[in-house]
């Protein structure tokens, strides 16, 4: 850490949102700093669910004009404030500032982009309280691929873990290597899950059931785990292009059941996570973490590992939670993006701040 941060003791709010639209979560979080050991409190955390309008615009945002493109970045950054003030209004609570990871619409980094939209300027006039974001730009910037951010934490917060796991839209790792943190995205989970559910007029499979019921399709299983993202090395992250270009074709062209094509996909992110994991302690997180079938299959691919399901506010909160401790270590002035897990060129202090009026 720093020689000017002894002893850290501050409460801040988080928020995320994630490729699966499931909504916005924001945590009011304590961290303290002492011994340079970091612990945190999550004192209140809430997801408020998008309406259809905004979830739609959310949806349908790269495939706007550039005006109007424009125009939702400011008007989702009014959303997210007009809800986090509602929040904060509602516990009479002060945090000493919003670190808000905002929605990805376009994550490049190859081609040297990436935009996560929900002006921060917009929340911190909403608010009245100072804002930190576009916590990606930066790692980019350096020629790193600006995800995953959550590592950091994961090293900090974490520690006694041998794996964190994070089973969201899309599932990705992170451990350490020779004291070095290495982390990646493994494959697509909910994002493809939650969109072939859709066609049963469902927004998720509740524990995993309709997987449960379907078959595995052999030939798509083995096409599944050719896809060539699994024969990068790392540093690598996935995105919503990915998908759309590889796995919906891919998964389509085998005109399978639902249920059938649930059952496979579920296997397929059970092997691939097992070809991750050496044998220890795994810390699973992320709404996948619920998917009782999921985690079933993830047990018999993997028996060299323990899979760990945290409480319930650290399963559905974590990455709003290390959202927030990236603002922390912003504004102490500390790293909070690792080289070693993007691949840019040195680590950063990634982030913009917003002061309010």
């Known amino acids: 850490m720093n020689k000017n941060t002894d002893r850290i003791d501050i ?11 499931d909504g916005l979560d924001i945590c009011f979080v304590n961290f303290s700093l002492i011994e340079d050991k970091w612990n945190y409190k999550i004192h209140i955390a809430e997801t408020i669910e998008y309406d259809n309008y905004i979830k739609e615009k959310l949806l349908n945002a790269h495939l ?17 404030g007009k809800k986090i003030k ?13 670190s808000s990871h905002g929605q990805t619409v376009f994550h490049q980094p190859e081609s040297g982009f ?20 576009d916590f990606r ?5 350096l020629r790193g691929n600006g995800a995953p951010l959550v590592p950091i934490g994961d090293r900090y917060l974490f520690s006694e873990y041998d794996y964190c796991l994070n089973l969201g839209g899309f599932s990705n790792i992170s451990f350490e290597v020779n004291n070095k943190r290495i982390a990646y995205d493994i494959c697509p989970v909910n994002f493809i899950l939650n969109y072939y559910i859709k066609q049963k007029g469902k927004e998720f499979d509740k524990d995993g059931e309709t997987a449960k019921s379907g078959k595995i399709n052999s030939e798509l299983l083995k096409a599944l785990n050719l896809v060539s993202y699994y024969s990068k090395s790392g540093p690598k992250s996935l995105g919503r292009e990915d998908v759309e ?33 050496k044998q220890g302690k795994v810390l699973v997180t992320g ?12 047990q018999n691919t993997a028996p060299h590992c323990k899979y760990y399901l945290p409480d319930e506010q650290t399963i559905n909160f974590k990455e709003a939670l290390i959202f927030a401790f990236l603002g922390v270590l912003y504004s102490y002035n500390l790293i909070n993006c690792l080289s070693s897990v993007t691949g840019a060129e040195l680590d950063s202090i990634s982030g913009a701040l917003y002061k309010a009026v």
């Open 114 to 133: 990436t935009t996560q939209i929900g002006k921060g300027a917009c929340i911190a006039a909403e608010t009245g309280i100072d804002t930190i974001c």
């Open 137 to 141: 730009s930066t790692d980019v910037a």
């Open 64 to 80: 706007m004009d550039a005006l109007s493109f424009s125009k939702l970045h400011f008007d989702y950054g009014k959303y997210l």
């Open 287 to 298: 709404g996948g973490a619920y998917n009782k079938f999921l985690i079933e299959r993830m």
């Open 245 to 277: 270009k590889e796995f919906f074709p891919l998964i389509d062209s085998y005109d399978l059941s639902v249920e059938d094509i649930l059952s496979t996909y579920c296997e397929h992110i059970a092997f691939q996570i097992g070809r991750e994991i």
């Open 86 to 98: 509602g929040f904060i209004d509602k516990h009479s609570i002060e945090p000493k500032f919003i």
């Open 11 to 21: 409460n801040v709010i988080g928020t995320m949102s994630g490729t699966s639209l």
